[in-house]
């Protein structure tokens, strides 16, 4: 966070007031509408709305991280929920100060960078079900999806930074923030690619699975009475956490879409400009996502199935219940 922050207080003692920064940015924009930087006042009921929202889901994250010992959450989930409330907090805040650009600075990097830790959850998911299932119908090993998909999630969530901390400091000097839009729109595509084959590789295991292609067939008896047991895995919580994730996903994505589609138009574009865009596209989704997490918890539905493989992972390395 801290490499957000330095940045846009440097850029607030930059200027000599909010309010001529604002005006400033506007005429950079080539839309100087007279009621901030947004180029709209910001729903003052939407914002209480998603706080309230993000503070329950977080809060929740929290406790089930904890009640189920699954550290990583606080790394996903909770840092996801963190950042959204900032930035809806700061949304809120400019609801009677639209005028104001701080809160405006902050709600740029903290929506925009928020969600990508919660992508990393489905990675970290994943890797629990295709060692539950078995990894012989995977492309990859189980520990590489978290370790392959999670890293390019740290990547891009870097450049986002980046680019939100350059957008941040050209608001508060009055200059046009296309440049550091355009380094977010690279984390955001970059993103976007990793969902996606994060999608492909998912697909292609559950459809081994589900045919019984294993990609390496068993090399001893042992291992074949591990596949037998490996089709015991695919039972109701089992069906209710994948079509939880896959649902999670698709909310992701369409965000990440949304957000490029966005960036590309650019800050003087009518889709950054429209208000209901960005409710229902980003905090919508995000929020059906994170609630989605909390709701279908792994810890209720995928801990119980791994204490049955217990034998056949001998050293978990997630937590138990």
Same mark, same amino acid.
């Given at each position: 966070?801290?490499?957000?922050?330095?940045?846009?207080?440097?850029?607030?003692?930059?200027?000599?007031?909010?309010?001529?920064?604002?005006?400033?940015?506007?005429?950079?924009?080539?839309?100087?509408?007279?009621?901030?930087?947004?180029?709209?006042?910001?729903?003052?009921?939407?914002?209480?709305?998603?706080?309230?929202?993000?503070?329950?889901?977080?809060?929740?994250?929290?406790?089930?991280?904890?009640?189920?010992?699954?550290?990583?959450?606080?790394?996903?989930?909770?840092?996801?929920?963190?950042?959204?409330?900032? &930035?809806?907090?700061? *949304?809120?805040?400019? $609801?009677?100060?639209?005028? /104001?650009?701080?809160?405006?600075?902050?709600? #740029?990097? +903290?929506?925009?960078?928020?969600?990508?830790?919660?992508?990393?959850?489905?990675?970290?998911?994943?890797?629990?079900?295709?060692?539950?299932?078995?990894?012989?119908?995977?492309?990859?090993?189980?520990?590489?999806?978290?370790?392959?998909?999670?890293?390019?999630?740290?990547?891009?969530?870097?450049?986002?930074?980046?680019?939100?901390?350059?957008?941040?400091?050209?608001?508060?000097?009055?200059?046009?923030?296309?440049?550091?839009?355009?380094?977010?729109?690279?984390?955001?595509?970059?993103?976007?690619?990793?969902?996606?084959?994060?999608?492909?590789?998912?697909?292609?295991?559950?459809?081994?699975?589900?045919?019984?292609?294993?990609?390496?067939?068993?090399?001893?008896?042992?291992?074949?009475?591990?596949?037998?047991?490996?089709?015991? &895995?695919?039972?109701? *919580?089992?069906?209710? $956490?994948?079509?939880?994730? /896959?649902?999670?996903?698709?909310?992701?994505? #369409?965000? +990440?879409?949304?957000?490029?589609?966005?960036?590309?138009?650019?800050?003087?574009?009518?889709?950054?400009?429209?208000?209901?865009?960005?409710?229902?596209?980003?905090?919508?989704?995000?929020?059906?996502?994170?609630?989605?997490?909390?709701?279908?918890?792994?810890?209720?539905?995928?801990?119980?199935?791994?204490?049955?493989?217990?034998?056949?992972?001998?050293?978990?390395?997630?937590?138990?219940?």
């Amino acid at each position: 966070m801290d490499t957000l922050t330095t940045p846009l207080i440097c850029a607030y003692l930059n200027v000599s007031s909010q309010e001529r920064s604002s005006n400033l940015l506007a005429s950079a924009r080539g839309s100087n509408t007279g009621i901030g930087p947004y180029n709209y006042v910001p729903s003052q009921a939407v914002g209480i709305v998603f706080v309230t929202l993000f503070a329950i889901s977080t809060t929740a994250h929290v406790v089930q991280a904890v009640r189920f010992r699954m550290w990583w959450l606080f790394l996903t989930a909770v840092f996801c929920g963190v950042s959204e409330l900032v &930035g809806w907090s700061s *949304r809120l805040y400019s $609801s009677s100060h639209p005028q /104001a650009l701080i809160p405006y600075e902050i709600q #740029i990097s +903290a929506t925009i960078t928020g969600p990508t830790p919660l992508i990393a959850a489905n990675f970290v998911i994943l890797e629990y079900v295709v060692k539950i299932l078995g990894p012989r119908y995977s492309r990859l090993s189980p520990r590489m999806y978290t370790i392959l998909f999670c890293s390019s999630d740290v990547v891009s969530l870097t450049i986002q930074g980046i680019g939100g901390a350059i957008a941040a400091m050209a608001a508060g000097n009055g200059k046009d923030p296309t440049t550091g839009g355009n380094v977010m729109l690279v984390g955001i595509i970059m993103q976007m690619v990793a969902i996606t084959f994060f999608i492909i590789f998912a697909s292609e295991f559950l459809i081994r699975y589900s045919n019984d292609r294993p990609l390496k067939k068993p090399a001893d008896e042992l291992e074949r009475h591990q596949a037998l047991a490996y089709k015991l &895995g695919m039972d109701p *919580r089992m069906k209710i $956490s994948l079509y939880a994730m /896959a649902f999670s996903t698709t909310c992701l994505f #369409i965000r +990440a879409v949304y957000r490029t589609i966005e960036l590309t138009n650019g800050w003087n574009g009518r889709i950054i400009s429209t208000q209901l865009y960005f409710n229902v596209l980003d905090g919508g989704m995000v929020a059906l996502a994170i609630f989605t997490l909390n709701i279908f918890h792994p810890g209720f539905l995928i801990l119980p199935i791994q204490r049955r493989f217990h034998q056949l992972n001998a050293s978990p390395s997630y937590g138990k219940a």
